[in-house]
């Protein structure tokens, strides 16, 4: 079955800290990859994606994100966090055709201790 | 600007009512989406619509209605089958360009039953 996993349900780091969010999927084939972001009460907004080619991608907000297939993950990376990224993170995976639907994973909320 | 907008912001109802939720959009984008999310359990599919006059179920879908009359417009009526419509809805569309795509929200209906 398709899934996305989010294993952390919540994180706490210190400002200043860097960050790393792990995803990892089950799928058929490569999927696309996205990253958004909520905060509370808030629609998602998209961070970053991976289609194709570098497997590092760079998003808004300093965020960055590894595409491994070996290791079908997308983990989301930001090397020092501010108090202003505070929020729920999910991961995303999407055919490459057909019904473009998402599957998402289940969210990480990230805590900034100031 | 171009976006997303759902109204009301928060919407309350009695057990037994139906209720539509608004979703326009206006960056001419072919597919429009609608998402619940409850706490824990990231964004589950309710319908969606490649195209106007045509949509699908996604994973949730008893108890939910929806339209698409028009490219921009995409409403969705909770009925009063649905056992548990306490929640936070989110609209989405999307465009699909060179084989591409990546969804955009909009910032979300609270609906609450009583």
């Known amino acids: 079955a398709q899934s996305v996993t989010q294993p952390d349900i919540h994180i706490t780091v210190s400002e200043g800290a860097s960050l790393e969010l792990r995803c990892n999927y089950s799928?058929?084939?490569?999927?696309?990859l996205f990253w958004y972001v909520q905060s509370p009460g808030q629609g998602l907004q998209l961070l970053l994606k991976y289609f194709s080619g570098d497997t590092l991608v760079q998003g808004i907000k300093g965020f960055e994100a590894e595409f491994k297939r070996s290791q079908s993950s997308f983990n989301l990376r930001k090397p020092s966090v501010h108090w202003s990224v505070a929020a729920e993170y999910f991961c995303?995976?999407?055919?490459?055709?057909?019904?473009?639907?998402?599957?998402f994973g289940t969210g990480t909320r990230l805590k900034v201790l100031a | 600007d171009g976006g997303i907008t759902q109204s009301p912001k928060y919407l309350f109802r009695k057990e037994g009512q139906n209720v539509t939720l608004s979703c326009e959009q206006n960056?001419?984008?072919?597919?429009m989406y609608w998402y619940r999310q409850d706490p824990g359990q990231g964004l589950r599919l309710i319908y969606y619509s490649q195209i106007v006059n045509d949509f699908q179920k996604g994973d949730i879908a008893e108890g939910y209605s929806v339209s698409r009359e028009k490219k921009e417009s995409f409403p969705l009526t909770v009925t009063s089958a649905q056992k548990n419509p306490t929640a936070f809805y989110l609209c989405a569309s999307s465009i699909v360009r060179d084989g591409s795509y990546e969804q955009y929200f909009g910032p979300g209906t609270r609906l609450t039953v009583t």
């Open positions: 799928y058929g084939a490569t999927p696309y």
């Open positions: 995303a995976v999407g055919a490459r055709s057909g019904t473009y639907k998402y599957i």
């Open positions: 960056l001419n984008h072919d597919a």
